[in-house]
Nanobody, 120 residues
């Protein structure tokens, strides 16, 4: 069993910054890729950023230059540094991890979601 626990969401003014964290725990053999998705009211869930085990990154066009994804392999944790936040960044942010567990089963896992609200 694998669990993802997210933290760092909250209310921030436009132009402000937040740092999201997602820590994976459980019967983990290897975490392959990790990423962040978001879903705003009435909209489809979308990929925000992802990072592979080799360190390659991928960003949605809407956040390039403002958001940075990183990971700490020793802590099985992925981070999302969000700068220059805009009201349209308001959404529930979900952590996702592609995990191979101790039985060598590979599947994706989701965090519970953390609310990010950008408003004056």
């Amino acid at each position: 069993q694998v669990q993802l626990v997210e933290s760092g969401g909250g209310l921030v003014q436009p132009g402000g910054s937040l740092r999201l964290s997602c820590a994976a725990s459980g019967s983990i053999f290897k975490i392959n890729a990790m990423g962040w998705y978001r879903q705003a009211p009435g909209k489809q869930r979308e990929l925000v950023a992802a990072i592979t085990s080799g360190g390659s990154t991928n960003y949605a066009d809407s956040v390039k230059g403002r958001f940075t994804i990183s990971r700490d392999n020793a802590k099985n944790t992925v981070y999302l540094q969000m700068n220059s936040l805009k009201p349209e960044d308001t959404a529930v942010y979900y952590c996702n991890a592609d995990v191979t567990n101790s039985d060598y089963w590979r599947r994706g896992y989701w965090g519970q979601g953390t609310q990010v609200t950008v408003s004056s």
